[in-house]
C-alpha cells in the first residue's frame, strides 16, 4: 500500500476505493489528519507539474565505461544536435 499512496497519480487509474484506501494508509504512517494528507497531495502534484514541465536532458557520460553502446550511440550522446 505504501507504493499506491506514494504513486496516489497513477493508483487513481485504479479507482475511487483505491485513492481512499492510499489516503487512509498515508495518514495512519505519518499519523496525519485527513487535511493534511490532503494538502500533501495537492503539492505532490504542484511539484510533479512543475517538475514535467520543460524538456529534460540525460547525460549519460557517467555511464561511458560500464555499458558497451557502440560508436554511433556513442557520437549521438556527446554530440545531441
Do not use: Y
Not at 490532503?38 to 555499458?67: K, T
Amino acid at each position: 500500500m505504501c507504493h499506491k499512496a506514494t504513486h496516489i497519480g497513477f493508483t487513481s487509474t485504479l479507482g475511487d476505493r483505491m485513492v481512499q484506501f492510499a489516503k487512509w494508509h498515508l495518514a495512519r504512517v505519518n499519523g496525519w489528519e485527513a487535511w493534511m494528507v490532503e494538502a500533501h497531495i495537492e503539492v505532490a502534484f504542484e511539484d510533479w507539474g512543475r517538475r514535467s514541465a520543460g524538456p529534460w536532458i540525460l547525460d549519460a557520460n557517467g555511464l561511458m565505461g560500464f555499458v558497451d553502446l557502440g560508436t554511433k550511440t556513442i557520437a549521438k550522446l556527446m554530440n545531441p544536435n
